[in-house]
């Protein structure tokens, strides 16, 4: 049986890093590539529920988390293919859940990104890779963060202060 790599995605930078190395990794292991989207309903959101449209809410959420996957393998890999055999999930669970889920046995590898957290984040939304390190029964690849993720941040925060933009704080 093909090896598999398991990588999470949600569309940000560091998912994209992530996803990159990890269908580096599949090439490397001639193993499939499984990518997979996590997504979750409304909170506060009973499956009976329905949007404007008349169609269940948890159809039109299933709907828009494949949606998102698309553009997001779209945005990593362009018009061309991976250079492996991919499969896209699209799961509903907590991110951390879902890719520990999606992986078959110890000879698999799981791919996650680390990305860049601050306090209130932290907080608020507990780290996919630290669940995974504890919960998986393969081995995991912890990626960091791209470096442009930290000019991207500084920008930002130029922007919500309103700070002029220097560019020598871009040149690393």
């Known amino acids: 049986?093909?090896?598999?790599?398991?990588?999470?995605?949600?569309?940000?930078?560091?998912?994209?890093?992530?996803?990159?190395?990890?269908?580096?990794?599949?090439r490397t292991r001639d193993a499939e590539l499984w990518v997979v989207l996590a997504w979750q309903p409304p909170l506060g959101t009973p499956a009976s529920r329905t949007?404007?449209?008349?169609?269940?809410?948890?159809a039109d959420c299933r709907d828009a988390a494949v949606e998102r996957l698309r553009e997001v393998l779209g945005t990593a890999f362009g018009a061309g293919p991976p250079g492996v055999a991919l499969a896209a999930l699209t799961v509903r669970a907590t991110p951390g859940a879902a890719l520990v889920d999606t992986v078959r046995d110890a000879g698999d590898l799981l791919v996650v990104g680390t990305g860049s957290r601050g306090p209130l984040l932290r907080a608020l939304r507990p780290s996919v890779a630290r669940y995974c390190l504890a919960h998986a029964p393969c081995p995991v690849l912890a990626v960091p963060p791209s470096p442009l993720q930290a000019d991207l941040d500084a920008v930002h925060r130029r922007i919500v202060w309103r700070r002029p933009l220097d560019a020598g704080d871009l040149a690393g």
Do not use: N, Q, Y
């Open 51 to 58: 949007s404007v449209g008349g169609t269940p809410l948890l």
């Open 1 to 26: 049986m093909r090896g598999r790599v398991v990588a999470g995605t949600c569309g940000s930078l560091g998912s994209l890093t992530a996803l990159h190395r990890a269908a580096a990794e599949a």
